[in-house]
């Protein structure tokens, strides 16, 4: 069960019924920003912080967007902001660590969320691993990928990558994303 308040989908009845006419979907620009983020709030989702090792210094950004892409080859892929400062560091970088968080590394996820930071400073607990990517202790699992295609789509950009090496707990509660706050699942 998600612990989480409940908000209303639709601002009025009427919006509500628009969705049980049958004439056609409009082919303008689609639907607003606002509905847009109240509709996709209702899916919960899995958060990871994705992090890369372009140089020198680290880079990571947290994600909800995270999916399995194919079994054969290994694949997984994740989206970012096409304006994220996070973006060109990834990009560059031919491979990246993808960091699933558990449900009580909520301040990661917000830290990694926050522009402006060194978000690997104290009190980010990590280390380097193979290849030197960045990997945050404590999380649920670690899944280090090869860089395999970026592909723009809108303002963000599709990030595939070939999974070469992971590493699972096995035991840990993931962290959650619903209705803009994170929570838990609780089976």
């Not at 639907?31 to 847009?36: C, I, K, L, Q, W």
């Not at 990661?108 to 945050?136: C, K, Q, V």
């Not at 999974?163 to 803009?180: F, I, K, M, N, Q």
């Amino acid at each position: 069960m998600w612990r989480s308040p409940d908000t209303e989908v639709a601002e009025s009845p009427e919006e509500d019924s628009l969705l049980a006419r049958s004439d056609a979907l409009p082919r303008g620009t689609g639907v607003s920003a606002d509905r847009f983020r109240t509709a996709l709030g209702t899916h919960a989702a899995g958060v990871v912080v994705v992090t890369a090792a372009p140089g020198e210094d680290p880079v990571g950004v947290t994600a909800t967007s995270f999916t399995s892409v194919s079994v054969d080859p290994p694949l997984v892929s994740f989206y970012i902001n096409a304006g994220s400062n996070t973006w060109p560091g990834i990009r560059s970088a031919e491979t990246f660590a993808v960091n699933i968080l558990g449900q009580g590394q909520h301040a990661t996820a917000t830290r990694f969320a926050t522009t402006g930071i060194d978000r690997f400073a104290s009190p980010t607990r990590w280390h380097r691993g193979p290849e030197g990517l960045p990997l945050l202790e404590g999380a649920a699992a670690h899944v280090l990928c090869l860089h395999h295609e970026s592909l723009a789509v809108g303002d963000h950009w599709l990030v595939v990558g070939k999974v070469a090496r992971t590493a699972a707990d096995g035991e840990s509660t993931p962290l959650l994303y619903h209705r803009g706050r994170y929570g838990r699942f609780e089976p």
